[in-house]
């Protein structure tokens, strides 16, 4: 689906020559100025070195394998110089296709090709051909490559393309090959039944590449946080196998050693080195364990202090400096004090809040109306909030008819500070609005004053709530807003 | 809250002094504090110690042994709860240190946080000075101080929920003392509440104190952060 590599050049993993496995070299046209050399994610039949290099060289990817297989009759050469690779070579990462970061590139017809001379849908990978032998390399390949089966819609889809199945055509015949070379393998190795080690051996090779397979593939979702929900027991499944074909190699190999009978003690013996081995470098790998986390926790501070010190910026150090050039107008400072003390206790103690856009409830409502109410009349506003609810058209109104009684104590109440407490119990609402001010008489305000008697009794009256204005105990007046919740939330 | 400085160094009456000690990082405010409250003749209030992090803090108060310690609850070094668990000798003792908080944290589980740890009572910083003289006197007579804004926290803290109380003496309020509460919450002084309730300001002193005795031993469970949650709905 995609160019391995950092640094994908179009010019060299694409190659446009005819779409056959078996295709004949078509080197790109311009040599790229630098190239790293990754294994590929995609299309490989074990660890993706042979396409990795094969993109690398720009070959058809039949060709390294073909070399590969005659290197391993060169005495094993292959195996080696192929387990070489696979243990260097990082597996391609920066995958162009996903990440965006150049053209897009798609695994079609054994080359890599740019997404978009194929159309917008990238071809899948592998093409399932019906019929028992492409049956088959799907299973040998799903069975190594821990990938699922492309599915039949999309095998159908492809239907169309004459070029596709002499392509399958083409990795079938190097699958053959394969098999053709483990088979004649097979027959060296029972020729050579002096030789008792092979068979452990082969079965500790095999499991140790499935091993290393299945961490290619975590780190390859990891990488890609592709979720391998359903892969998950799949992946347990081939690393246990691969333990399972290790041990048994071992205990093959220990038993043909001839000490078979002693099994048990060379068991109990590796585990005691083993065990050895986690006490001398335990201590190191628990300390190196400890300052990453230590390092991890540092980086994370440091970004939150970032953060702190980026609000700490825009907000307190700007109030400030305009605190500084308007000094000699003190109403307008304490306008901004106050304003920015505001907003930095919520940024610091009431996030969530501070991160909602709208307030929709009690609590936030009567926080906007008390700071309203402060920046235009210059007096403190001290709010208690107890409970909380959401807002509804006759909290809304009572709303108001608090936002006037607290007009009126910061307008009358000599200026001292204004306490407004505001409690939801069950369906009650319940606002007290109280100043320190001279105090008055309800009874005595002149009819034509309509802000007690319209804006809040009234109001509170028209929303089936009631208010009370009343002198408080010891001088200074209260307001008692109650209100019924409408609905049910 | 307007009440006047009644007590301490009156013409008449019997010369009270209350020994106090500042502890707050923020030496602007510790010599604000000092200047606004620590004129003795006129205050009756007497600092005889400042502190600026939790260790300085508790070597000052078990050297000094003041009445009353006005405790930041942000501080270097564990801030004040970490104080308060250090100065649990010298506040343990009979006629021992008193703490009042005083803080400019908005935060239910900072101000319940060292009320639970064993202050006495929590004013804002946006207190006169004044109230504060008075909150002082008050501590060092032995009451609970609670500010408004202390009120509504706790009013939070002990409403009813769903989940049962583990003691019902201690996890439920009284409603009483509830109304006494909610009348601090609403900014009535304690004569304000005595007179508005019919009874006496001993009264109201004591309904605060069995409050704040409830806070500090109540067995509810996570109170603090429960009381957070809830205020961050």
Redesign the interface.
Known sequence: MAAPGTEPEPSTTTPDGPPSGGAEPTPGPAAPPYRKLYRSPHSRMLGGVAHGLAVHLGLPVTWVRAAFVLLFFANGIGVLLYAAFWFVVPIGIGEPARGGLGPTYVWLNGQFVPADTVGARPQPLRKGQPGRLGRLRDLLQGTFQGEPVVPEQASAERGQSGATSRQNLGQLAALLMLVVGVMALLNVLNIQSSQPYTWPLLAIGVGVALVWRQADDSRWQRWFGLEGGGKRRGAFARVGAGVLLVTVGIIGFLILQGTGSTVASVIEASLAVLAGVLVLTGPYALRMWQDLGAERTARIRAQERAEIAAHIHDSVLHTLTLIQRRSEDPKEVQRLARAQERELRLWLYRPEAAAEAAPDTLAERLREVVAEVEDRHGVPVELVCVGDCPMDEKVAAQMQAAREAMVNAAKYGGGGPVQVYAEVEGRTVSVFVRDHGPGFDPETVPGDRMGVRESIIGRMKRHGGTARVRPAPDGGTEVELEMERAADD | ??EAVSTGAGADGPVRVARVVLVDDHRMFRTGVRAEIGRTETTGIDVVGEADDVESAVKVVAETRPDVVLLDVHLPGGGGVEVLRRSAAVMGEPGGVKFLALSV???AEDVIGVIRGGARGYVTK?ITGADLVNAVFRIADGDAVFS??L??FV??AF?ATDTPPVDEDLDRLTQREREVL?LI?????Y??IA??LFISVKTVESHVSAVLRKLQLSNRHELTRWATA????
């Open positions: 809250m307007t944290s908005d935060a946006t408004p804004r009120a509504g009013l939070d409403a909610r919450a609403r900014g009535y002084a004569k304000e007179k508005q809830r205020r961050l709905i």
